[in-house]
């Protein structure tokens, strides 16, 4: 598991840097899907994002229970189901380019619905508990967005 996690945090990081780059100039035009966000709020966001799972993946090989597994798992399948919705979705109703598709489908869809089916087959979760982990960390990450946002404007100010 140890490479498979590497790759989920090789995946992740390729994909928040490609947000990083491109998301902000795109939200200015991307209507119900991504609000407008300032360069600056969105990177210290995906900052703290991308620090997340790599502490996710380290408290889960020092302790390596249940709660950091379902937590590792949750996190693998929230960035599954976010390269479908939005950055999937966005890029075909919009029939342009949404910063984090072509990572999210090329790395994270593949590479982390490999690693939740290896958590599965090695008996560490049940489908039931990673679909449930997915759900619960996802709603958590959601929720933290626009606090990470609110964070970034005033550390990281624009002007």
Request: charged share 10%.
């Amino acid at each position: 598991m140890e490479f498979l996690t590497l790759l989920f945090l090789f995946s992740i990081t390729l994909h928040n840097l490609e947000e990083a780059l491109w998301l902000p100039k795109w939200s200015e035009h991307a209507g119900r899907f991504q609000k407008r966000v300032e360069p600056n709020e969105f990177r210290f966001a995906i900052i703290v994002i991308t620090l997340f799972a790599y502490l996710t993946v380290f408290f889960y090989y020092v302790f390596n229970n249940t709660i950091t597994t379902i937590i590792l798992v949750g996190f693998l399948g929230a960035m599954v189901f976010n390269a479908i919705f939005p950055h999937l979705l966005a890029t075909i109703v919009l029939k342009q380019y949404a910063p984090g598709v072509l990572t999210g489908v090329l790395l994270n869809i593949p590479i982390n619905s490999y690693i939740i089916y290896r958590f599965i087959e090695e008996n560490l979760i049940t489908l039931f508990g990673a679909i449930c982990a997915t759900i619960l960390i996802g709603i958590i990450l959601l929720s933290f967005i626009p606090v990470l946002f609110k964070i970034g404007s005033r550390i990281m100010p624009t002007n």
